[in-house]
T-cell receptor, first 114, second 115 residues
């Protein structure tokens, strides 16, 4: 079955640590996205990538980094510069051109600072 | 700047009722609008996608309409069931080329259907 896999489901970070969230898709989608979800704030875009080896900052990119070395993979690193990283992180993918299938989301990673 | 608003923020209904969730957006230049469902602690599940040239889409007990000129969409749920309890999110894909395909989300409507 085609879909998006996010791992791990739960992640704990100590102060000063960098952590990496995994996102893999087998939908042959061109574009991939990372969103952050906080209670009462909705979904906010962190980074997005429309093609391999290219990505753009979203609305809240500070303290995060990404790479897009393969079409199927779009890992997100939460660096120590991100002062409030506790949140629910969602990865999504879509075709680069608007089409009939829209966005597909993964099941999310909940990151907690301990 | 495109903004998406969903009303109401929360809704509680008895089982069996028909209900309508509302979504409004400020810029009519969109490619499409997508309705999602989110269960607590889970990812988003796509319910319906309406292209800018379409007026409505239907899937089972769900019907979504789109009035692009007035910047409105509604999600109609017929004969609601306790299993419909979730947060429903509306999102638009802006039509401008420099938007990178990103979706703009509303804050969601939290629906509770009581047995």
């Amino acid at each position: 079955d085609g879909g998006i896999t996010q791992s791990p489901k739960y992640l704990f970070r100590k102060e000063g640590q960098n952590v990496t969230l995994s996102c893999e898709q087998n939908l042959n989608h061109d574009a991939m996205y990372w969103y952050r979800q906080d209670p009462g704030q909705g979904l906010r875009l962190i980074y997005y990538s429309q093609i391999v080896n290219d990505f753009q900052k979203g609305d809240i990119a500070e303290g995060y980094s990404v790479s897009r070395e393969k079409k199927e993979s779009f890992p997100l690193t939460v660096t120590s510069a991100q002062k409030n990283p506790t949140a629910f992180y969602l990865c999504a993918s879509s075709m680069r051109q608007p089409g009939e299938y829209g966005y597909t989301f993964g099941s999310g990673t909940r990151l907690t600072v301990v | 700047k495109q903004e998406v608003t969903q009303i109401p923020a929360a809704l509680s209904v008895p089982e069996g009722e028909n209900l309508v969730l509302n979504c409004s957006f400020t810029d009519s230049a969109i490619y499409n609008l997508q309705w999602f469902r989110q269960d607590p602690g889970k990812g988003l599940t796509s319910l319906l996608l309406i292209q800018s040239s379409q007026r409505e889409q239907t899937s089972g007990r769900l019907n979504a309409s789109l009035d692009k000129s007035s910047g409105r969409s509604t999600l109609y749920i017929a004969a609601s069931q306790p299993g419909d309890s979730a947060t429903y999110l509306c999102a638009v894909r802006p039509g401008l080329r420099n938007q990178g395909g990103k979706l703009i989300f509303g804050q969601g409507t939290e629906l509770s259907v009581k047995p």
